[in-house]
């Protein structure tokens, strides 16, 4: 009896300290976003005040005043920006990817091993020669350019997770296709991209994500034509601190919106196609 | 329907040779079985007539037509993979029209088809599932369904039943091979178990390294192999070998193994002289070697040799006894169930109208 009392006591304080240890965790990433939300919309005084932590008055003038800066402007350059180096990383690094996983060729190892190796160089040490050559070739302040500037940075990855998406998806069910009346292209369109669709999803937010977040190379490559980090780091970083938490609110949202949207359909697709 | 002709096929991965020249004749609507051990080179065979592979040297004919640099699409073949290769993201139902909607098939004619092949195959409820509500079994007749309903040419299996447990293949085993007679396609059927060979083939390829070793009846594959590669991979247990010297007396041809000598009829002579001196592989199947008491009624001439009984496994439906006769250990197979002291003396049998000579050199069957 006492024996069954210690080991039921042993069994819920070991859910408790998880239970404790997961709430650290979820606190730990969660913090931060509302702080920052919360002192986005935060009345000065309110923030300013000694005694008040929780500010008890909002206001939408910190977004408003951003929003007039250019902020909007920032957001569809991000945008725009973003879709671009999903489109070019992927139409590069899909038959990259898709050539790793399925054939066989002299110097796969070490070719593989240089793709990784490309992010082994600091951005800083390339972003003066990139911005004379970007000059020289019109690219510069362009959105164009910075979109090109971040397909070479998500290139890698997009190409060794593509390929170990390809390398999940069984060389049979292509060869199947094959059999049964389709031609090379027919099989990987019709069997083996909607097999890779959630990967390949996932490697879009990862991708969508990287671009939204690089701030350096954004920063030197434009002057007019400013993607969100780069308006934000040139405007929002001088102002007073209730503007900063209103500009990363700004940065964070459509990139939670489309996480949220892109993950959905995600769990969806992957019900059906996982065995 | 078609007949199959493999003229000479050779092909390399790198340095290995995977298959080493292959000359092969299937005849329209029959059921052929390539039989060997893993890496012999009888799945890339199947995949050079399917398409999926092309050979470095040789030909393959479908009829008159030399298909051998055609894709798979355009040789009218179908396969049932090892693994089934379902596609997951399609239903059963558009598994199986998947192939006739690529050809273009009008639509009613395409459930026509479909609820046929299903019928056939007895998975006309699951047409509305997903491959992963499915369990292994249904989805390999999904997969058998899809490559019966393009009415094909020639029909490719590459182990279909490898992946199922054991009663479900025994059942596949004789459904496979009735639907194989109903709808008289040609057949080519990869497998490593010697049982589904011999239940299923009209004829067997035994493969060994990239060749084929013989071709013919299953019972001719038993009662004659060609050489000790085919003896030996045919039948359980193994067949018995030992090695023995030749000798002809007056009227007959003796086999000296050493402890023994196994006088064979003077019949043999004639194939044997030539050999007089020399040592040969002599080949006994266990179920041919009898205890002394149990010699059936219809054997006309044994060899008796004493021995110790050394190992008994006693299966129920036959018991097998090795015998260390002093230099070799003779596995028998007795049916019925039958107890034996490890240790004891036995007096054994060996039936001399079913024994096996061959070649030292080539391994090649003499007899």
Known sequence: ?275 | MVDVKLRGIVKRFGKTVAVNGIDLDVRDGEFIVLLGPSGCGKTTTLRIIAGLEKPDEGRVLFGDRDVTYLPPRERNVSMVFQSYAVWPHMRVYDNIAFPLKIKKVPKDEIDKKVKWAAELLQISELLNRYPHQLSGGQRQRVAVARAIVVEPAVLLMDEPLSNLDALLRVKMRSEIKKLQRRIKVTTIYVTHDQVEAMTMGDRIAVMNQGKIEQVGRPDEIYLKPANVFVAGFIGSPQMNFFDATIYIEKDKAVLDVGDFKLGLNKDLIEVLKDYEGKTVIVGIRPEHIYPENLIPSTTKKVAKVEGIVDFVEELGSDTIVHVNTGSQILVLKISGSHHYEIGSKLVIALDLDKIHVFRKDTEKAII
Do not use: C, Q
């Not at chain 1, 069984?170 to 292209?185: M, S, V, Y």
């Not at chain 1, 069997?191 to 690089?214: H, Q, R, V």
């Open chain 1, 1 to 275: 009896m006492v024996e069954k009392d210690t080991s039921m006591v042993k069994y819920y304080l070991f859910k408790i300290i998880i239970a404790g240890l997961v709430i650290i965790a979820v606190l730990w990433v969660i913090t931060p976003f509302i702080i920052s939300i919360l002192y986005a919309f935060s009345d000065p005084t309110d923030y300013y005040s000694k005694e008040i932590i929780i500010p008890l008055h909002y206001t939408y003038e910190h977004v408003r005043k951003l929003v007039a800066l250019g902020a909007g402007t920032a957001i569809i350059n991000s945008v725009i920006v973003a879709l671009m180096t999903i489109a070019l990383s992927f139409a590069l690094g899909l038959p990259a990817g898709y050539a790793f996983a399925r054939f066989v060729f002299p110097g796969k190892d070490s070719l593989k091993l240089f793709i990784i190796g490309l992010r082994m160089f600091p951005i800083i040490v390339i972003a003066v020669p990139l911005v004379s050559l970007y000059i020289r070739l019109g690219l510069s302040d362009s959105l164009l350019g910075v979109a090109l500037a971040h397909t070479a940075m998500a290139l890698p990855f997009v190409i060794i997770i593509t390929s170990s998406i390809f390398a999940g998806i069984p060389k049979e069910l292509e060869e199947a296709g094959l059999i049964f009346g389709l031609d090379r292209t027919g099989a990987f369109l019709r069997i083996t991209m909607p097999l890779a669709l959630p990967g390949l999803a996932a490697a879009a937010i990862f991708t969508f994500i990287m671009s939204w977040n690089e701030v350096f190379i954004a920063a030197v490559l434009t002057l007019t034509n400013r993607t969100l980090p780069a308006f934000i780091l040139t405007s929002a970083m001088a102002a007073t601190d209730f503007i900063k938490f209103a500009a990363s609110f700004i940065m964070i949202l459509p990139a939670m919106i489309f996480v949220f949207i892109a993950r959905r359909y995600l769990i969806a697709m992957w019900g059906i196609t996982l065995r």
